[in-house]
């Protein structure tokens, strides 16, 4: 058994070839294990563990924040108000989600009760660290060419620094293991804008930087 151990996203912490423990062998075998996740204390507040999903070797992942109301409920990221957008906005300029895989940095729903409300709540920096564990597991099976980070929480997880999004967008950087990073905005940030004509003008960069992905990874075009 190859016991290497193999660097991924952080080098700080390596998962080992071929351990079952560390590194399930499969994406179906991460998520059952997910499912039991106790590494931080989000998992009392979440119905159920949000795993990622995608093809095993898709060449794009999308790393969304935390799953919302609607995700928590459902079990699947990406499929509430700002999962729609994500999805249209994939649409028009010609990416295939289904030939993506689609995830968070942060697997339980953080929230708080306001009235018969769940109001989301951001994660905060141990939570994020202690959800690398998975996001770690997901990258080491799918590994993809190309990271996209939407917005500050996914950047922070997979560059270890999640400032200055709005200087940094539109650029590639690198993980710790030298994997290029797409870094955007958070696609519920596009449905938080008032004003219709600021609106689609943000929609408008936020297509232009899901162009840049179809430039680097031209399999991830729609058929
Ligand atoms: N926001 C996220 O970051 N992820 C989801 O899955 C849904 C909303």
């Given at each position: 058994?190859?016991?290497?151990?193999?660097?991924?996203?952080?080098?700080?912490?390596?998962?080992?070839?071929?351990?079952?423990?560390?590194?399930?062998?499969?994406?179906?075998?991460?998520?059952?294990?997910?499912?039991?996740?106790?590494?931080?204390?989000?998992?009392?507040?979440?119905?159920?563990?949000?795993?990622?999903?995608?093809?095993?070797?898709?060449?794009?992942?999308?790393?969304?924040?935390?799953?919302?109301?609607?995700?928590?409920?459902?079990?699947?990221?990406?499929?509430?108000?700002?999962?729609?957008?994500?999805?249209?906005?994939?649409?028009?300029?010609?990416?295939?989600?289904?030939?993506?895989?689609?995830?968070?940095?942060?697997?339980?729903?953080?929230?708080?009760?306001?009235?018969?409300?769940?109001?989301?709540?951001?994660?905060?920096?141990?939570?994020?660290?202690?959800?690398?564990?998975?996001?770690?597991?997901?990258?080491?099976?799918?590994?993809?060419?190309?990271?996209v980070a939407l917005g500050?929480?996914?950047?922070?997880?997979?560059?270890?620094?999640?400032?200055?999004i709005?200087?940094?967008r539109s650029?590639?950087?690198?993980?710790?293991?030298?994997?290029?990073?797409l870094i955007t905005v958070h696609?519920?940030?596009?449905?938080?804008?008032?004003?219709?004509?600021?609106?689609?003008?943000?929609?408008?960069m936020f297509?232009?930087d899901l162009?840049?992905?179809?430039?680097?990874?031209?399999?991830?075009?729609?058929?």
């Amino acid at each position: 058994m190859d016991r290497k151990p193999r660097r991924t996203l952080e080098s700080d912490m390596p998962l080992l070839e071929g351990s079952d423990v560390a590194l399930p062998r499969t994406l179906d075998a991460a998520r059952e294990a997910a499912k039991l996740c106790t590494r931080c204390p989000l998992y009392l507040l979440g119905t159920q563990t949000v795993f990622g999903e995608g093809p095993a070797k898709a060449p794009i992942m999308f790393v969304g924040e935390q799953p919302g109301d609607k995700e928590d409920i459902a079990g699947r990221p990406f499929v509430g108000p700002a999962g729609r957008l994500f999805d249209t906005l994939l649409q028009e300029v010609g990416l295939d989600r289904a030939k993506c895989y689609v995830t968070n940095a942060v697997k339980h729903f953080k929230h708080e009760p306001r009235g018969s409300f769940r109001l989301h709540k951001k994660p905060d920096t141990s939570e994020i660290e202690a959800c690398k564990w998975w996001l770690r597991i997901e990258a080491a099976l799918v590994k993809p060419k190309l990271f996209v980070a939407l917005g500050a929480t996914a950047t922070q997880s997979l560059t270890g620094n999640g400032r200055d999004i709005l200087k940094r967008r539109s650029h590639f950087e690198q993980t710790a293991d030298g994997v290029p990073v797409l870094i955007t905005v958070h696609p519920s940030s596009l449905l938080r804008i008032p004003n219709a004509r600021d609106a689609a003008a943000a929609r408008q960069m936020f297509r232009g930087d899901l162009e840049l992905i179809l430039d680097r990874v031209p399999a991830a075009k729609a058929a």
